[in-house]
């Protein structure tokens, strides 16, 4: 049986992300982690591929520039309340990729900097042994001292090793249309918008529609999410998004039917544990940011902290891993999530509206929370109290 020091179950960027967190800790581990991946890159990832400006920040961290194509963004267009629509304008609010490059470029930056990458090899059991832990793929079983949970929403390692914990399961639905079908001015304009409108008819959640590139070709990518639980039914949300990809066609394109596909996200909760002995969870398999589902920037994050602890297990030779949880739940990266886990209750509750209009009414608030959103200019790690005093400073401002 083959023995690694680390493997990593998924190579989407949480699992390349604490690989390359890892080599960068650590160079002498080249050759001693391991990444599994059920599908072979460049593959196919259900996503929108908004890259928050922070998400540029962990990539310089780790010395990738981003030479995928991608679209920048520097407007944004939100409706929040019928009849009126607030626009933001701020240079590099987003640039957007295609997931197949992106993971695949992260997948390749991390394999030539030493990490070994086996794929088309599902992960199907995860038993526990002396010294760590059994993996049994498809094709063969491998010896672990650590395990990283990187498989995603569903993840197999958070279910059979740590024990699945009922969570709310958001779900977001997509598709592409080419900008040439549609009257959408939003892909000249560098702009990507976000309707939230339909919160008032119970969803909880947003429809998008993103400007993205796919082979050189411009596209809008429109989708809606929902946080589930008690929102709307799939068949609701289905109709939802395909009235929206109706309202963008042209009079001629507008009978076209486009494929929704859609996938669910698993939203953190501070109070779930993300870690038990020998085994680390990390990005969507630990739990994703669940107002709007954003995740590769925490995916990249939590490729940070579990390579601190792993190097540290595996130099003190515990690998209990018990205060990984509380680390993560205790820094800036856990708090932020805390607060849009809590934001989400404003947002979508019963409160909606008064928390929409206020943000409608203050232009230095939108600012604010979108520098703390985007993680610009550091407000990411500021406290709470900072940014309402910032906001209250100059309030009420009309825009
Ligand atoms: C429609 C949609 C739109 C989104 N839009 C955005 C956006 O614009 N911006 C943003 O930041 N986030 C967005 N997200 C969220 C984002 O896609 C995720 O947060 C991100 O992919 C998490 O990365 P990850 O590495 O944790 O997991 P994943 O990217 O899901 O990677 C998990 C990997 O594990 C592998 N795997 C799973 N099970 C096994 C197994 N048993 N054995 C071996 N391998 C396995 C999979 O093949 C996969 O490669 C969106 C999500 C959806 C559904």
């Known amino acids: 049986m083959e023995c690694f020091d680390v493997i990593i179950i998924g190579s989407g960027p949480a699992g390349t992300a604490t690989a390359l967190n890892l080599l960068r800790a650590d160079p002498a581990l080249a050759g001693s982690i391991l990444l599994l991946d059920k599908a072979v890159h460049p593959r196919e990832k259900i996503c929108a591929g908004g890259l928050i400006p922070h998400t540029l920040d962990c990539l310089n961290a780790l010395e990738i520039p981003l030479s995928v194509p991608h679209v920048q963004v520097n407007r944004a267009r939100v409706q929040a309340l019928p009849g009126q629509e607030v626009v933001c304008e701020e240079g590099g609010m987003c640039s957007i990729i295609r997931r197949n490059e992106f993971d695949f470029l992260l997948v390749r930056t991390a394999t030539e900097r030493g990490a070994e990458i086996r794929q088309g090899e599902k992960v199907i059991q995860l038993v526990r042994e002396p010294g760590g832990i059994r993996v049994m793929t498809e094709r063969t079983t491998y010896h672990a001292r650590v395990v990283v949970g990187a498989d995603g929403s569903g993840s197999r390692v958070r279910r059979q090793l740590i024990g699945q914990t009922r969570q709310p399961v958001g779900k977001a639905m997509m598709a592409d249309v080419p900008v040439s079908e549609t009257d959408w001015v939003g892909f000249v304009q560098q702009r990507y918008d976000f309707n939230f409108l339909p919160v008032q008819d119970g969803l909880r959640g947003y429809l998008w529609a993103f400007p993205c590139l796919i082979d050189q070709v411009p596209h809008v990518n429109l989708g809606i999410y929902s946080l589930g639980v008690d929102s709307l039914s799939n068949a609701a949300l289905q109709d939802c998004l395909s009235a929206e990809i109706s309202a963008f066609r042209t009079a001629q ?120 959103y985007n993680g610009v200019d550091g407000w990411h790690q500021r406290s709470g109290w900072d940014a309402v005093r910032a906001v209250i400073r100059r309030y009420p401002q009309q825009p």
Not at 283 to 304: K, Q, T, V, W
Not at 330 to 347: D, H, N
């Open 253 to 372: 394109t507008s009978g076209q039917t486009r494929r929704l596909r859609a996938f669910p996200i698993y939203g953190y909760a501070p109070e779930r544990p993300l870690a038990a002995p020998h085994v680390v969870l990390v990005g969507d398999a630990a739990g994703a940011e669940p107002l709007m589902g954003e995740g590769i920037s925490f995916a990249l994050e939590y490729g940070a902290f579990a390579a601190q602890a792993i190097c540290e297990a595996l130099r003190t030779k515990d690998c209990s891993f018990d205060a990984y949880t509380r680390t993560v739940v205790q820094s800036w990266f856990g708090k932020k999530l805390a607060r849009l886990a809590f934001a989400t209750k404003l947002f979508y509750g019963r409160t909606a509206r008064l928390w929409f209009t206020l943000a409608a009414r203050s232009t230095r608030l939108q600012s604010i929370g979108l520098k703390w």
